[in-house]
T-cell receptor, first 114, second 115 residues
Framework: KAGVTQTPRYLIKTRGQQVTLSCSPI?????VSWYQQTPGQGLQFLFE???????NKGNFPGRFSGRQFSNSRSEMNVSTLELGDSALYLC?????????????FGPGTRLTVL | AQSVAQPEDQVNVAEGNPLTVKCTYSVSGNPYLFWYVQYPNRGLQFLLKYITGDNLVKGSYGFEAEFNKSQTSFHLKKPSALVSDSALYFCAVRAFDQAGTALIFGKGTTLSVSS
């Protein structure tokens, strides 16, 4: 079974631009979560989607948003990019969104903001 | 508030020796605990988890972890380290009464195994 896929793998943007990242979960998984990884802050939870609904949100500004489609694929969007948004963005999927579920991570999208 | 601490930024061990990567947690209520490993330029790979039951959990690649409720710890162990185990290890926690699947991660511990 194919794992979690994320596209693109690398992105370079300039301040003020916006960006959209895509995540395809493992087939049959209905929950998708997004995390930001930076050297300074480590791994931080952004948001979780289940059945096209945002179920949980981390402590990030409104510039960070996401959505989930009926096929469970998810996108996250960052508007008005800042230098501090440079990070590895990781997507994870789980089968049913239960708190005991294992989350399986994709390879990430490396975003560089210049 | 939930939190995870990995007290060692780096652990160095010789190949063939046992290894331990430490993790302590703080949650209100019973915890669900996870270990992940990250290789350079890769996402996180799941190693093992503790939900309930036996305090010794066995996982992938010969790793195991021991849940200790009184010490609020969940240390990762392996009897004999391999050079290929060198990577960044993350401990994560989720409270059992928390809705959704958001994980709280520790800062990570770099494991270096020398030949």
């Amino acid at each position: 079974k194919a794992g979690v896929t994320q596209t693109p793998r690398y992105l370079i943007k300039t301040r003020g631009q916006q960006v959209t990242l895509s995540c395809s979960p493992i087939s049959g998984h209905r929950s998708v979560s997004w995390y930001q990884q930076t050297p300074g802050q480590g791994l931080q939870f952004l948001f979780e989607y289940f059945s096209e609904t945002q179920r949980n949100k981390g402590n990030f500004p409104g510039r960070f948003s996401g959505r989930q489609f009926s096929n469970s694929r998810s996108e996250m969007n960052v508007s008005t990019l800042e230098l501090g948004d440079s990070a590895l963005y990781l997507c994870a999927s789980s089968i049913s969104g239960q708190s005991t579920d294992t989350q399986y991570f994709g390879p990430g999208t490396r975003l560089t903001v210049l | 508030a939930q939190s995870v601490a990995q007290p060692e930024d780096q652990v160095n061990v010789a190949e063939g020796n046992p290894l331990t990567v430490k993790c302590t947690y703080s949650v209100s209520g019973n915890p669900y605990l996870f270990w992940y490993v990250q290789y350079p330029n890769r996402g996180l790979q799941f190693l093992l988890k503790y939900i309930t039951g036996d305090n010794l959990v066995k996982g992938s690649y010969g790793f195991e972890a021991e849940f200790n409720k009184s010490q609020t710890s969940f240390h990762l162990k392996k009897p004999s380290a391999l050079v290929s185990d060198s990577a960044l290890y993350f401990c994560a926690v989720r409270a059992f009464d928390q809705a959704g699947t958001a994980l709280i991660f520790g800062k990570g511990t770099t494991l270096s195994v020398s030949s």
